[in-house]
């Protein structure tokens, strides 16, 4: 393209070099011959028919009026001349015309933009024969239409004929190259057919506020309101659009569009495929359980395999290896939504793909928001405002312990004391105000313990450090909490007792940690019931027991409504897309550690030993706050015993 622009603009600054020296040529010649030159403008052509016709006249007329005239039309075209010098070649005489230019030049444009799109076009389509169409869409214009551009010189009558056939020169090949790549294809990819030349129109007006209904659309816009693009580094790279466009054209390509807007619909975080010989099994991850979608018949899952793999820049024709890259769904023209792709081979050929959305999520902004009961924040809050000690925050991956930690960091107090946090420059967390900040960069090998001495250097008073990472940086922390810091960390936990566990599997000195650590607080995530569609029941009291609930008071609970009977027709519930649940919340268990605790992590650290301690002083776990959510109809038993199994 950058090539033609440059041979554009060599092709101007010779026409006009060119136009401008005929020109002045030609205003010599006049002195003689003006009468008999091709005059191009009306006013002008007057002036020479009057000229002619005096001339021819002479014989009988005196010649004084003659030789007037021609003196005239000396002084006019003199004059002409000079104004054709001053403005470069406009001037009466010329025939090369302003407008005649533009004219050629907008062939010449047009041609320059059909000859990209005819080359690209068959790159796509993969058409064998480019090359060929490419000299066939080059050399005809290039050539005849070179000479058949020159033609006018000699009369400006010319240009009428010449004209059409420049035209005919770019149209010619161009319509044979359409008629040739058209054949093949299905309806809606096929080009310059009457559907196509409307929607094409209807695109223009509508830029300009103009709407047609019946707009053609091309195929990748039918269907549900979602565009999905390549994407990754660099936005621009070409090869970006290439691989839109060819997962664009490939028949999978929309049952992707379908399947990827029905789960965004949904609010769904990611979709999975299971590419199997019969069929292709679809899930969805929505709150945080994988539910069951339509599956694809067999037919078209592979069609959508081989699309997603032309979009992330794949290779189709691999099945076993790993495969990975990402893609932007855009919903209805604004919402956008960057994706993480990947896929996995099986030694049977089976593969497995999961899409996982990266979701902006709207930030929790108080404990409250988190779902923490008002005695559990305030318990919460004393722990992180405390003057000393080691609080740990822990859940089970994809539990929800960013969204937390966020609050937690707004929560303790900035204010009356000095707050810093430490974190990876690879995983930073929401900036809060009057902490101060100090980062490590994983990637060139640094660990907290690049920044952590210069960090108690400055003697704060409380210390945010987000991972541990090992026994140095772990010791260092706790042998700090001695100097009247409070230190506060996270970890990776089913549960507060695991979470003690996993801290002592750092091989950290258990008196050193027994001695340290206050707190621990877990949380785990339990999806709520759709408020639309929930169903009351009456609990059996053994039910009621099992949860802990005072039997007398509790008189009905909630559960997702049972399946339809044979035959009965109801609306489908929009709120929860009939799943039963909509929304999470978040359950919490804080475990602060007595003396008995103490002991029992220096003796004879377990799991069950912790929770035993804990429960027999008096401290619940999430079993209980579950059946508060059970008995206030937020949650359902059946949620609850999925999410304790976690
Ligand atoms: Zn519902």
């Excluded at 444009?109 to 060929?132: G, I, Y």
């Excluded at 970890?491 to 258990?510: E, G, N, Y």
Aim: net charge positive; with cysteine; hydrophobic share 40%.
């Amino acid at each position: 393209m950058k090539r033609l622009l440059i041979l554009i603009f060599i092709v101007l600054g010779w026409l006009v070099f060119d136009g401008a020296s005929q020109l002045y040529a030609q205003a010599g010649g006049l002195t003689e011959m003006g009468a008999t030159m091709s005059i191009s403008q009306e006013t002008q052509g007057q002036h020479a028919q009057a000229a002619t016709s005096q001339i021819a006249d002479t014989s009988g007329d005196p010649k004084k009026a003659a030789a007037a005239q021609l003196d005239k039309l000396k002084k006019e075209s003199a004059k002409y001349a000079k104004n054709a010098e001053q403005n470069g070649w406009i001037g009466s005489g010329n025939y090369l015309s302003i407008t005649k230019i533009i004219l050629f030049l907008l062939v010449f444009w047009m041609w320059v933009l059909t000859t990209d799109w005819a080359n690209s076009d068959a790159e796509l389509l993969k058409n064998p024969d480019r090359f060929f169409w490419n000299s066939v869409n080059f050399f005809p214009f290039t050539v005849l239409g070179t000479v058949f551009f020159y033609l006018p010189v000699p009369n400006p009558i010319l240009f009428f004929i010449s004209y059409p056939l420049t035209i005919l020169t770019w149209l010619v090949p161009l319509f044979c190259y359409i008629s040739v790549r058209n054949k093949p294809l299905p309806p809606y990819e096929k080009v310059m057919t009457y559907d196509h030349i409307k929607y094409l129109f209807a695109v223009a007006l509508s830029k300009i506020g103009i709407k047609i209904k019946v707009a053609k659309k091309m195929s990748y816009q039918v269907g549900p309101p979602i565009e999905i693009e390549a994407t990754g580094l660099n936005i621009d790279n070409p090869t970006l659009n290439a691989r839109t466009v060819l997962a664009r054209n490939h028949e999978g390509f929309n049952d992707l569009r379908k399947i990827v807007y029905d789960a965004l619909e949904r609010r769904a975080d990611g979709i999975m495929f299971e590419f199997q010989a019969e069929q292709t099994l679809v899930r969805e991850l929505i709150d945080g359980v994988w539910i069951d979608a339509a599956p694809l018949l067999k037919e078209r899952g592979p069609l959508l395999n081989t699309s997603i793999k032309y979009l992330i820049g794949g290779n189709p024709e691999e099945f076993r290896k790993r495969q990975f890259g990402s893609f932007v769904a855009t919903v209805k023209k604004k919402t956008k939504f960057t994706t993480d792709f990947v896929i996995q081979g099986t030694p049977t050929g089976e593969e497995k793909g999961i899409i996982t959305f990266v979701i902006q999520k709207v930030p929790f902004n108080s404990l409250e928001e988190l779902g923490m009961r008002p005695e559990m924040q305030d318990k919460v809050k004393s722990l992180v405002n405390a003057p000393t000690g080691l609080v740990v925050f822990s859940a089970a991956p994809a539990n929800g312990l960013r969204s937390t930690m966020n609050v937690v960091s707004r929560t303790a107090d900035r204010f009356t004391r000095d707050f810093a946090t430490v974190e990876d420059v690879q995983n930073p967390y929401q900036v809060v105000e009057n902490v101060v900040l100090n980062q490590y960069d994983s990637r060139k090998g640094e660990t907290p313990m690049t920044v952590l001495p210069d960090v108690f250097f400055r003697e704060p008073h409380a210390l945010l450090i987000r991972d541990l990472i090992n026994t140095e940086v772990f010791e260092l922390c706790c042998n700090e909490i001695e100097n009247n810091r409070l230190i506060i960390t996270t970890i990776r936990a089913k549960d507060a007792a695991d979470a003690m566990i996993r801290l002592l599997a750092m091989r950290i000195q258990p008196s050193l940690f027994a001695s340290s650590i206050t707190a621990v607080v877990s949380q785990r995530l339990i999806r709520k019931l759709c408020p639309d569609c929930k169903e009351v029941f009456e609990p059996q009291p053994a039910l009621l027991q099992r949860l802990g609930l005072p039997p007398g008071r509790i008189t009905e609970l909630y559960r997702v409504r049972s399946a339809p009977q044979p035959g009965e027709k109801r609306k489908p519930c929009l709120t929860c897309n009939d799943i039963g649940y909509s929304g999470r919340t978040a359950l919490y268990e804080i475990i602060e550690v007595n003396d008995e605790i103490r002991k029992i992590l220096v003796a004879n650290p377990t799991v069950e030993a912790i929770r035993k301690a804990a429960t027999q002083s008096g401290q619940k776990g999430f079993l209980f706050e579950g059946s508060l959510l059970i008995a206030k109809g937020i949650t359902s038993v059946e949620e609850l015993s999925r999410v304790m199994k976690m």
